[in-house]
Structure formats: C-alpha cells, structure tokens
C-alpha cells in the first residue's frame, strides 16, 4: 500500500437480505485498507454489491457482519459525505444553499457557510449560477453542485456512487479532470464507484475488483500512473493499456459468470 | 383577442339576462336582473351593512383556516415522515374524512355552543381534512433520494421535517389550502345559517326569510369575489415560498 496510514479499514464486511426466496448473500468476507488520501474505485459486474458496499459505508445500510474503521484526523468533521448517482441536489435550494447544505446542518452560522460554498461554486465554475435553481441546470451542472456539496462539508471521506454514470461523454470528461484537480488540492480519501474501467484508472490509486454474487473482493490493481494526471493524455501511455487489459480480463470472468447466471434463469 | 373574448362573454350573459328580464322573459321576483342587483348593492354598501357582515365572514374563515391548516400541515408531515404515526392515524382520517361536514354541525353547536366558536371549529374540520391528506401525500411523493441525502448529511428529526419533509412538500401542501379555501367557503354559509346574526351566509338566509332577491344576489357575489380574493392571496403566499416552481 503506497500510503503511511490507514483512511478506512474494512474487516470482514458482509451483508445478508431476507428476500421471499430467503436469504441472500449480497456481500462476504470483504477485508480493504485503504489509504489516508488514497483516490480508491470499486468495479464489478451489476449486481455485485458495490453500491451495497457504499452504502454502508455512507451509514444509510447497515452491514450483517464485520467492522469499519476510519481514521478520525478532526473531531469536528462530518465522517462522510456521499455524492449519488442520481440526480440528489435539492430542487427547492439554490446552487449556494445547496452546496452549503451539509453546513448548515452541522450549525455553521449563514456568513461563514456561504463563504465556504461560494469558494466551492468557484472551483467547479459555477459563480454565476450560485443563485440559480437546479431546474434551470443542465445534468452536468447539477452533478457539479452534488460533488461542490460533498467537498464543502468537509468530511473525513467522500463516498462516490457513479456519479458521472449518467452523463455524456464530453461531459463527462470534462468533470473528471474537474474532479481530479479539486482532490488532489484536498487530498480526501476518496472511494468512488464506476462501472467504468476507463474512469477508475484516469482517477484512481487503486482499483478493487469484485466477484459476482456474492461479492467479494476479487483483486486489487494498482494504478502506478503519475499524477498530476491528463486524463486526455494518460489514455495514450503504454502502461494505461496494460492496466486496462489487465483489469478488463479480471473482469470478464465475472461478468462471464454473471451472464450465464442470467441465461439458467 | 382571447382576453376580449373573456371579458365579453360575461358581459354578454349580463345583456341577455338585462334583457330577458326588461321583456319579461323572466320573472324578476325570483331571478332579479343586474340593474335591480346594482341598486340594490349601493345601499348595503353605503350603510356599512355589506361591509360588516363582509367582515365578519372573512375574520371566521380566516381563523377557521388557520385553525385547520396548521395542525393539517403538522400531522400530515409526521404520517408522511413516520410509518408508525401513519399506522395510527391514517384509518381514524379515512373513516372519519367522508362523513360531511355539514352533518356534524348539529354535533358542534350542541359542544361549543351558539358563538364564534362552533362557526371557526366547522370550517377548522374541513380545511383539516384536505391540507392533512394533501400534506401526508407531498411528504410521500417526496424522492426517497433527498431523505438519504439528509441522513447521510447528518440530519436531525428537526432537519428532516424543516430541510426536507416541509420544502418537498409544499408544492401539495398549497394545493391542500386551495382546496381548503373553497371547502371554507362552503362552509362559512351553512355555519351561518344557524344560530348566526352576521356574516355574508346570514345575509342570504336573511334575504331568504325576508324574500329580498336582489340582497341574496348582492351576498352571493360578494361570495364569489371573497373566493377570487382568498385564492389571490394563496397564490401571492405560493409564489413567495415556492421561487422554485416557478418558470419550469
């Protein structure tokens, strides 16, 4: 592990659902250090539990089994905060009061939270939209205020579910090296979802990949590419394609799996 | 040319009903004509008769609104936030919602007596009933993700209700007063109808007893015009807290 302390621990995590056709294992076994700063992605076929994964390290599940450590570095931050997938900024709040929201919560006094924001909205480029409302947003703009959201709260680690999984490809982009300069300036342990492989390697350190159903962690990759990256250019670098192929074919068997499952059915 | 079209008809109902009445189409002891209508609405106004009871009738609804909508609002959040309050609460309204509320009167007279009371306690019923269920129905129709957003922001009961439940809602919450309002029209009439010595509804049972058409006519469009006035205000309250229902 390249990185001198831990940022989140997993020991042992699992989940079970009681469904009518009674118990699923969605999660087994799942035991991950991961880095204090570290940039971490999790792929794996559908299905597999990553966003289970998440959501249980955002707080919003519970786990069945096993324990989460995280390195508490300020007793007054937020643990957590989580970008969705989903279209989640609220739309009765303008771009500033959205972005501020997390503060406001946390009892932070209106002047002080504003400024924070305001610096946010800045760095995602979205000054002259900060009184706007999300309906007068596009999807990428209203992607960027999520993740201005999650950044302005401050927390110990940022949770990121496939958050550019619904845009375009220009867009989405563009929002990854937005993403990339604004993490590298805070240096947050990051762990982000995407069914990308593209994407886990332009942005991460490193990339878990799970197994099919039940998940689990099948290998861990990682990213030796320099930073500070080009997403444009790194896509061309020789090991890029090796890290590709690699995780593509660590990959596939999965997804093989997962699609003959399919076809029994 | 539409707005032409709008203003004419009306006014052209107006002639037709001038005229049928002048040619004596219609009986004007029962049906009255406009200009019997207009001589008639001077002296009410002008003796602060229409006025008063004008008053009185808005001061009763305004009250009866508010006692209505705020614990609607209240107890629709908490059943649209809270399964468990939902389970307690939701089979006493729906058994009691279709009873009309008119039937209950007698009911509210005998408990809170003749005064101001059993008139604001029987319209508070039926605002009640539609800002609840209205309310109960925005905080559900509320995207699941906004509530996981709170929670994974740290929300507290306090900052579901206010950041979430209340904004989300608001949109159903301002149908459920639009529909309140009208229902506090109606009822405004049948509380004055018993036991009332003032107010726009007394009015009409007055001209009632006194077989006075034209005074009947003259309350009832002060009716309609407290309805258009209530429903601009609604709306102007509408437009202030909802700037982001606006222009979409």
Known sequence: ?265 | MKTVISILSPLTLLLLWEAAAFLGFIDTRLFSSPLNILQAFFPLLLSGDLLYNTWVSVLRVTWGFIAGAIPGILLGMSMGLSPLVRSAVEPMIAATYPIPKLAIMPLILLIFGLGETSKIFTIAIGVFYLVVINTMAGVLGIDKIYLEVAKNFGASRKDFYLTVALPGALPMIFAGLKLGMGMALILIVAAEMSAAKAGVGWMIWRAYDMFDIEQMFVALITLSVLGYFFSLVLDWMERLVLPWKQTS
């Open chain 1, 1 to 265: 592990m390249p990185y001198d302390s831990a940022g989140i621990v997993l020991n042992n995590i699992g989940k079970t659902f009681l469904s009518s056709s009674g118990q699923v294992t969605a999660l087994t076994d799942i035991n991950i250090s991961i880095g204090d700063g570290e940039f971490f992605s999790i792929v794996g076929p559908s299905g597999c539990g990553k966003t289970t994964l998440l959501r249980i390290l955002a707080g919003l599940d519970t786990a069945t089994t096993g324990t989460i450590d995280v390195n508490i570095i300020s007793g007054d931050r937020p643990i957590n905060s989580m970008v969705f997938q989903e279209q989640s900024i609220f739309p009765w709040l303008n771009v500033l009061d959205n972005v501020a929201y997390g503060l406001k919560l946390r009892g932070i006094a209106q002047k002080e939270r504003y400024a924070i924001a305001a610096k946010y909205i800045r760095m995602i480029g979205l000054s002259r939209f900060a009184s706007a409302y999300p309906h007068q947003l596009s999807g990428g703009m209203k992607q960027r205020v999520s993740v201005a959201r999650a950044f302005a709260n401050d927390p110990e680690i940022l949770l990121m579910d496939e958050p550019f999984g619904a845009l375009d490809e220009q867009t989405r982009i563009i929002l990854q090296q937005e993403l990339l300069r604004i993490w590298e300036l805070s240096k947050k342990t990051t762990v982000f979802i995407t069914h990308s492989i593209d994407e886990s390697l332009c942005l991460s350190d490193r990339v878990l990949v799970m197994t099919a159903h039940p998940g689990t962690v099948k290998a861990i990759v990682d990213v030796d590419l320099p930073r500070p990256r080009d997403i444009a250019s790194i896509r061309t670098t020789h090991r890029y394609n090796e890290l590709f192929q690699r995780i593509w074919l660590t990959l596939r068997e999965e997804v093989l799996k997962v699609k003959s499952l399919e076809l029994e059915k």
